[in-house]
């Protein structure tokens, strides 16, 4: 239910936002307060989400009100036809800039007038190892997900992180194609030497096969030490990874830039929890935003020169399913 307020209205109430996460393995948190813009996410202990670039940082502060309205308007939507166009134009910029890999996401539109905790609920369910959220916000909006992909986890100086990339329906028990273990591969080594330069021991696994929901991924998993103080710095070399950004990086984000029709907002961007003496953060995928009984599911995927838009298009739909098949 909606209701409008007016601006004596908001002064007068106590407005807070709402807040609830499911870390994998750990029990439902639900908490009322306060996002606010964090200049120094590094002094902040608790809830924190991003924009796809990692420029503008909320923390959630619980218990505290006052959060101010913002008007927030609804992403574009292309149609396959637009992508697919879209996509071929994407290719040839790729080759002609000599880009090995970067991802064009879109939204898809969906009505919605289910239950929003129910249909958390079913997410906390149905992926036991994913990071599910959401949050109803007067300034962020609202917004929901289940993701599968850790950016980092720190704990008494010890770190983990994944190279999540390549994705095949899960019930595809074909080999995997020299494209996604190309693009995973970029991932990978980007990975390893960010973590060289700011960590110690970096333990890297053999390729293996993730599953999340209606689709898989490669994925390597890193182990490493860190010192508390280098966290942050860690975190800003890593983000936004070359599976949500590209490679090389700067090039992809100003190829991103310049070809997606919407803007990412909270898509892709770092989502979790961050402390001194523990840090869970998740990239923001299989995420959506609720506006107006209309459900905004950003996908993407990771476009190489060899891609074929087509079978992009299918694998953004193939993302869209780990919310949409539990809508009722
Ligand atoms: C970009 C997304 O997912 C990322 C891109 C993948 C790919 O290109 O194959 C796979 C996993 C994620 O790292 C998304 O879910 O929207």
């Known amino acids: 239910m909606h209701r409008s307020f007016n601006s004596n209205d908001c002064a007068a109430l106590v407005v807070q936002s709402t807040l609830i ?3 994998p393995g750990s029990p439902v948190v639900e908490k009322k307060g306060r996002f606010s813009r964090l200049d120094d996410p590094g002094a902040f202990e608790g809830f924190i989400v991003s924009d796809f670039e990692g420029n503008h940082l909320y923390g959630f502060y619980e218990g505290a009100s006052g959060e101010e309205f913002a008007a927030i308007e609804p992403p574009v939507v292309i149609s396959k036809s637009e992508y697919c166009d879209m996509a071929n134009e994407f290719i040839h910029y790729l080759q ?26 079913k997410l906390v369910e149905k992926y036991p190892n994913a990071f599910c959220y959401y949050f109803e916000s007067p300034s962020l909006g609202t917004w929901i997900g289940a993701t599968p992909e850790t950016l980092v986890k720190i704990e008494a100086g010890r770190g983990a992180t994944m190279s999540l990339a390549g994705t095949k329906p899960v019930a595809d028990t074909t080999d995997w194609g020299v494209k996604e273990m190309h693009e995973q591969q970029l991932v990978t080594d980007f990975i390893r030497r960010q973590l060289i330069e700011t960590c110690k021991h970096v333990h890297e696994s053999e390729r293996e096969e993730l599953i999340a929901g209606p689709v898989k991924h490669l994925v390597h998993y890193f182990t490493f030490e860190i010192t508390a103080s280098v966290r942050w710095e860690l975190i800003r070399k890593l983000h936004p990874t070359p599976a949500v950004s590209g490679f090389p ?38 995420s959506a935003q609720l506006l107006q009984d209309q459900l905004y599911l950003y996908v993407g995927g990771g476009f190489t020169q060899q891609s074929d838009p087509i079978a992009e298009w299918d694998e953004t739909e193939n993302k869209a399913k780990t919310l949409l098949n539990l809508i009722d």
Not at 96 to 108: M, Q, T
């Open 21 to 23: 996460y499911r870390l």
């Open 96 to 121: 002609d800039h000599s880009i090995d890999k970067a991802i064009l996401s879109r939204v898809k539109q969906v009505d919605f007038t289910s239950n929003l905790p129910t249909f958390f609920a």
């Open 249 to 286: 990086r700067e090039k992809a984000l100003e190829c991103i830039a310049g070809f997606e029709a919407h803007d990412r907002k909270f898509y892709a961007g770092i989502i979790g929890l961050t402390g001194l003496n523990s840090t869970r953060l998740f990239v923001n995928l299989r």
